[in-house]
């Protein structure tokens, strides 16, 4: 029953995934991203999600060496989860950003 429920989890965090790059690429390659008021809001929402990404990714490799080992299958799935969870904060970043300005 666990692993059901853990392998519909998964597919619905892959399919908001898509969904998040759908928005992204949607607003960048349109023409909404490429005016004055577009460029300012994915200047901000990268200015956000890029910092995070070195964060994440310190936060994965201090595990590694001061908590406890990762084999390389885990380290690997991390990686994945950090980018593919900043890539749908970038799009919910965007999404509310569009809101407000």
Do not use: C
Not at 9 to 19: K, L
């Amino acid at each position: 029953m666990l692993e059901v429920l853990l392998f519909v989890a998964r597919i619905a965090y892959v399919i908001i995934f898509f969904f998040a790059i759908y928005i992204t690429f949607k607003f960048e390659w349109g023409s909404e991203g490429k005016d004055e008021r577009g460029r300012s809001i994915s200047q901000k929402s990268y200015s956000i999600v890029f910092p995070l990404i070195a964060l994440g990714w310190l936060s994965i490799e201090l595990y590694n060496r001061y908590i406890g080992t990762i084999d390389y299958a885990t380290y690997k799935l991390a990686i994945w989860y950090l980018l593919t969870g900043l890539m749908i904060l970038h799009a919910i970043n965007i999404n509310s950003l569009k809101r407000k300005y």
